[in-house]
């Protein structure tokens, strides 16, 4: 099978396309021929990462979390060859920028009739965030009074979607240009985080960092009596910002991570929005997957919304 291996090291790691052995597959476990993925901010963390291990002399080094496509063996009950499944694997596994790959099937889902294999594949780790973020971390209950930051990315704009369904009040923090998109997933109130304050009387049941640019300290104050703060990854990329977030963990109740987890049945439950015209996620650009690099370094820049894309072809 053909998949993008790390060959480059250091801080700019660059990917070759190289032939693999068939991945071995397990009880209970299916093998997917991989038709499509995504990139993702976990991703190229997990690129640098992985770029490391190379250095230290691991070899083909395959990351890749999103997948979609159809299931060549099956050694569980759940699904049978054939059928068209999307899923996460977790960023440390990886394995997704690959033409096969083998999966827990009680991790996985039937692929949403109504999209095709790539637009399928930017779903699950940004759906997952965002719905286990907002309903198992936070426990979004209806006509609350929500903020999301990040609201135009990929969690974000899933996000924004989910909270709608349950008749939120829903503010966004995104950049100016990308206003006009924030209202279109809905928002009822967007601010330009680069240029505008948040309303210093506004208060929130629920804060949602799906950018996970800032920590607890930075937005308690915005918050309503017994509201909660949850953040997909906290300010840890500094000295201070590490300090602030480690302390925020200690003392404060109300602030709240979200760690991803593959789950079939909250796989389920997007398919079913997905079906039902609930939510609709932007791909802002697809790539090929000899074209991983380009990708991934689109990704680090930032400054598009939705998704990209990562087509693996058939």
Do not use: W
């Amino acid at each position: 099978m053909k998949a993008a291996v790390i060959e480059k090291k250091g801080t700019d790691p660059r990917f070759k396309i190289k032939e693999l052995p068939r991945p071995i597959i397990k009880s209970g476990q299916v093998l997917v021929r991989n038709y499509a993925s995504s990139v993702n901010p976990i991703d190229v963390m997990a690129r640098n990462g992985r770029a490391l291990l190379a250095s230290a002399g691991f070899s083909n080094q395959v990351i890749g979390s999103d997948f979609c496509g159809k299931v060549l063996q099956s050694k569980s009950r759940l699904f049978k060859e054939g059928d068209e499944v999307f899923g996460l694997i977790s960023a440390i596994k990886g394995g997704a920028y690959a033409e096969e790959l083998t999966v827990n099937a009680d991790q996985i889902a039937l692929k949403p009739k109504n999209l095709d294999y790539v637009e399928a594949a930017v779903i699950p780790l940004v759906g997952l965030t965002a719905y286990q973020g907002l309903f198992k971390v936070g426990r979004i209950q209806e006509k609350e009074n929500i903020l999301i930051t990040g609201c135009t990315g990929g969690v974000g704009s899933v996000a924004v979607q989910l909270a709608r369904t349950l008749d939120c009040h829903i503010s966004g923090l995104c950049s100016e240009k990308h206003r006009a998109y924030a209202h279109s997933v809905g928002c009822d109130v967007v601010i330009d985080y680069q240029n505008q304050q948040i309303p210093s009387g506004a208060r929130f049941d629920l804060i949602f960092d799906a950018a996970g640019m800032y920590t607890y300290s930075d937005l308690k104050h915005h918050l309503n009596e017994q509201g909660l703060f949850v953040t997909t990854r906290g300010e840890t990329n500094n000295i201070k910002g590490l300090v602030k977030t480690a302390v925020d963990v200690v003392f404060e109740p109300y602030m709240k991570f979200v760690f991803v987890k593959p789950n079939a049945d909250d796989l389920n439950v997007l398919k079913e929005m997905i079906e039902q015209g609930k939510l609709k996620l932007h791909i802002e650009k697809t790539f090929l997957l000899n074209q991983l690099t380009e990708a991934q370094r689109m990704m680090k820049n930032g400054g598009f919304v939705g998704k990209i894309g990562v087509d693996i072809g058939e």
